[in-house]
């Protein structure tokens, strides 16, 4: 009994440290970093003391040598650096290696959100190309109309889920329409034109550029950017961005547009080949 409950809590704490790391390995460098700073700090006076007995024996040598005698009263020879660091250098030990410690805690700890952010975005890659296999064997299977069809349900049903009543709508530019972005969940007053020529002009940058943030979008269409827009975007290497328009009714009653998008915006747009 004793034994299944030894397993089981270190299991239990396995678990937590491999879930938390990160957290415990920037706790733990931002403690060895404050460490490394006493330890320092209180080293100095051991330090100066021996920078102190040093310049003394220094100043004897001196005499001796100019005078023939070691009264010391020899002024302007200063240790030399190397000297001062000689006699020093291990009071600091202590504090090297705990400023050591913060470096190695702060870079695990960098390591392991890259390893997840790695694992993220190559589990949202999957993701994304089963949905959009998926999409393609819906329509070719059922039609493109009945297809439509089911967007448009998912539309209606994403609007409903975020009445306009409870949300600002922002005005993005000169056109009227009522527009709902699934992105960002925002309500914005606009017009396919305009939606249209912004969609022209990202898939033009991705040409010469080979990607576009999420932002430059949202720029385009005269939506202000979130906290996450400049993050998100697309490349070439996926295609070129895409936007079915659905329609659905507020829930004052307004006509709808909304924005599906073929290919989701990802986080590692930027990245090259």
């Not at 005078?67 to 030990?93: A, H, M, Q, S």
């Not at 296999?133 to 297809?147: F, L, N, P, R």
């Not at 439509?148 to 922002?170: F, M």
Request: include cysteine; aromatic fraction near 8%.
């Amino acid at each position: 009994m004793k034994t299944s409950f030894i397993k089981n809590f270190i299991k239990g704490v396995k678990i937590g440290f491999d879930k938390h790391s990160p957290e415990i390995l920037i706790g733990l460098g931002i403690a060895s970093a404050i460490t490394s700073t006493v330890l320092a700090v209180k080293a100095t006076p051991k330090a100066m003391e021996l920078i102190e007995k040093e310049q003394k024996k220094h100043n004897r040598e001196v005499s001796k040598t100019m005078t023939g005698n070691e009264d010391g009263k020899v002024f302007g020879c200063k240790l030399k650096p190397v000297d001062i660091v000689r006699v020093t250098w291990k009071c600091y030990i202590p504090a090297a290696i705990s400023g050591t410690a913060s470096v190695a805690f702060l870079l695990g700890s960098n390591s392991v959100h890259a390893k997840r952010n790695a694992a993220i975005a190559t589990a949202y890659k999957l993701s994304e190309t089963a949905l959009t296999d998926y999409k393609k064997e819906v329509i070719e299977t059922i039609g493109e109309e009945k297809a439509k069809l089911i967007q448009d349900k998912i539309a209606q049903k994403h609007v409903d889920e975020h009445p306009v009543s409870n949300n600002q709508v922002i005005i993005a530019g000169s056109g009227k329409q009522l527009c709902y972005d699934g992105i960002s969940g925002r309500y914005f007053e606009s017009d396919i034109q305009t939606i249209r020529a912004a969609v022209n002009t990202i898939n033009e940058t991705m040409v010469y550029e080979m990607y576009a943030s999420l932002g430059d979008f949202y720029n385009e269409i005269g939506l202000p950017p979130t906290t996450l827009s400049d993050e998100l975007g697309w490349n070439l290497d996926d295609g070129q961005l895409e936007i079915s328009y659905g329609s659905a009714i507020s829930d004052d009653g307004r006509p709808c547009i909304t924005l599906d998008y073929h290919v989701a915006p990802r986080y590692d747009f930027a990245k090259l080949g």
